[in-house]
């Protein structure tokens, strides 16, 4: 029986921690959060207690930590976590910095303790789904890869200010995603453009809402992706991979089959608009793989590499957005 | 806080015992089944206790009951469950003859106790939507239902012999969903035609595997069902309303949303082929919707008159595919 | 070259005489029509002489007619020209009365001239392919036939009177496709309901406007036809054929691929709605069997027999819904 | 009536004659092309005249020609046409060089002839129909287009090495539709990136075969474009325009709407891959624009200035490809 706690008992905590109280091999025993009634409602939610984030880290009857924290203490919780030998699951992003990430890293490669970053999309079934499909070289070998990603809506300004911008806060998932499908084959060029079109006051607080990347690899594949801040009609989250043999792809998930057909034409529902819907199972099936490969003695992935591989990406890609000019990893 | 017991740990009785035992305002409280380890596995995972069909039914402690024992018990245990002034939710069907269905919901209404037959298609959250919305008159006035259903493969014929025909054992719910979906207008008339196509085995048991129903109703709109106890590509439920203003219809879920693109064709994976997992919500929104009443003191819906006009229903279509005519009601 | 003319220069007729027109290997040499300027206007277009009905029956340079005049002339325009050794194509039906037809197709055998009616559904490139992938056993043996069939609008309630009833003009060519279906093994009972929904004069001229029939083979295999005579949506025309080892199924044509996504839900455009736009291709490619099958003295298909048929299942079902009882034929 | 002659009996040429022959206000009177069969073959189909293209270009009972020679004949033959006085509608490209390009038009521009540049693609029923509810604001303002274009496989490599590159030949098309998107926003910065992945002889040649551009505009919109040589389900066209009020796309054609469902999956046909019958409608629909144009005296549209921003743009991308750095305009 693992046995974990929770530091951070917002809303991605409450998801963590539930799917790791249910998980038939695990026991969730512990929950810190700064803000005492979120860390009361997922004890008493899940039967564990309630604690400091020091005594946490402390515990001897702690395994494992899943960090849920904001980002800025993510470095520093995974580096203690790591010395007190537990197991670290922690959400995206390692930190804003790609050098604090490497040193983070570094830390924990002393240490020898699994660690484990959370992106999420990885283990969407569908995307999945397509990934195992496309090493099984299904449709050859990868030429082109498509992602389009739009959130339903922007996020408060006030957060855009502390998210890193857009390419580090939203489309450092498609960068992940995007290594993910190239099985191997690492982006060696960054062009990215941005653009405030959905609300000047993201432009006034110096990012971008509206942007789009282009990568190279090592063997010349190309991948484009573009992020919006805002779509109408749901969380819009796509995966498109054309190869030597054929196309694969993955789309969105309507909110019911349902269809109506009148004079107007014929409408489906609009897609899942909430991320923690549309990914509800991405993140149980995430959490499982974690206690499965801590269970089973296995490599945890993705790996702490994979953030930082993602966070140089999105470095890359703020830099290019300002600059105008593309950047060589 | 409802306390429920569950009668019968097989398949059906462990979704429903699990749903009660998540629900908010319930607690499972026991569990009973003949066969000792599927009651105890049902009782371990969710914190209830073991106990004899008989106990239960005296038992003070307990409010309502989960009937999903097999059919020829029904009967006897809503008449025992209202007798000792229990809420009663029993799986479909009450019984496989009317006319003993029509003396036990006379017991119950006698008792005055709540009773809801499980037809659990009309809490699929596709189908539901539907249903609102054609109450709602987004098509206007139905003329024309058509409801396609068609299982993965068919069960051992030594099942088929006591089920009651396919009429009774599996278009029972298509029947029920016509009826749902005609908001009211009751159908008058059955024709019915039904061949053993899938397995000679089950026509030598007496039986047919691919059957198609026309009904008619007192204000003359149409409905045709067809069912197939195998369908290669998984398990088929689909529904088309045709109306006055337009059409709606709901659609089968895919197993991903991946679809691969090849010189072949354009390749969507096959639809979800376990009626466990397609109905899965269903079957938590249904037990759902049963306890919300019980708490709330509102009536439960499908009512025992409704699990009684679809036997009808289905007795009619045995008998219109037998006689070659069709039955009028 | 083939010689050609075409009785009738209305709707149907201006379609087959300029596909004649164009056929590599024809020349519409004449057209009739009572009303001077429709003859005038098709002859202009194509190149062709007016002429009357009587004239081009007895010239000697026509090789083939095109029967395109109303319903009730059609037998004894097709006796005419199989007796002046003509091959005729005769748009359906051969007649309302299955008897007259009867005696029309034995004077077309005794003269051993080319006849071919015209369903020209048969020929949609869709439904076409669909009936190819069949015959090669794509999706095993035939079990289960649906076909959804419904106008955009009504006639006039004046032709209904003179129609025959939906299920002589409307329903005649979903019984002559589940024939197409079917392989070779016929329908021998027919139930058939109907009502007046869509219009409450379409109920006072006698007809229906809305039905459904169930078709059973020799063989047991079912066929669920189901008609309205109205569609907001367009020009519903939809086949689906569920086999021992697969379905297939053939679908509606939008006017254009755009598909709009919106807070409302994600819309494509209504289907075609003008029979003769969603079945241009079908016309062409009908008449170039027929011109293609004189040019090579082969067999015609569909044939007089296959008229008679569909009319014979036509009138069954007009029957059934009449009587309430199915028809065995 | 406008009199008509074609220059060049290629693909091409056959299909814009027979259009323009087929046009009611339009009559073909003459044919050049250097491979006399050709010219005869064409002629003889549309009842013109075969004619040398000096002659052509002098006869007075020509009011418009139609360039479909090789590309590095149009800016001359533009230029001769304009010269004579004759309206003048010419394949893409006016020339791979937008140096000649610009002095051809300034000597257009003279002559005050109407120029029209054979931009296909915007004539599709489908792109137009976009493009009218674009225009129309039905989503609001533009913000992303993504254009996806992949060809069912690559020319010979022999036509790679004079066609100008892929950027110059291929994504030429999807570079004008960039622009007749965008509603008059004109792109400013083209990043581009090639690779030869398809068929190393292409890389060899000097091209690339795989390849992706990023635009942004003026007013910060950003356009995604990506094209292959090779698609092995047909011919690719996709486009996808994401606005402040939803989003709107158009999709493929495929070869039937006929669906297959077993154990793999459903499977719906390939798309259509010859860009013949793909754009069919659009070839008509555009001679008929230029046609209706000059008989309306109203200016045509793309015009030479089309033809010369995309040739810009085409340029740019070829530049930033080669160089690794964006090019801005």
Redesign the interface.
Known sequence: MIRIAVLGAGRIGRIHGRNAASHPDARLVAVADPHAPAAQDLAAATGAEVASLDEIVERSDVDAILICTPTTTHADLIERGARAGKAVFCEKPVDLSSARIETCLATVEKTGTPLMIGFNRRFD??FA??RR?LADG??G?V??V?I?S?DPGPPPVSYIATSGGLFRDMMIHDLDMARFLLLGDEPV?V?A?G????DPAIGQAGDVD???V?L?TAK???V?I?N?R????GY?QRIEV?G????????????????????????????QDFFLERYAEAYREELATFLNAIRDGKPCNPTGRDGLMAQRLADAATESAQS???VRL
Do not use: C, F
């Open positions: 079934p569908n789904a397509l499909r299904e449709v070998e030429e082109l498509t389009l739009r060029e062009h453009v653009s405030s079109l959905v509206t942007a789009a282009m190279k010349g594949r190309i484009q573009s919006s805002r779509a109408t009609y819009d054309h030597s043999r054929g196309m694969i792809r993955a789309g969105n998930i309507h909110r019911t089959t349902v269809e109506v057909a009148t004079a107007s034409g014929i409408t489906a529902d609009p897609v105008g000019k593309p």
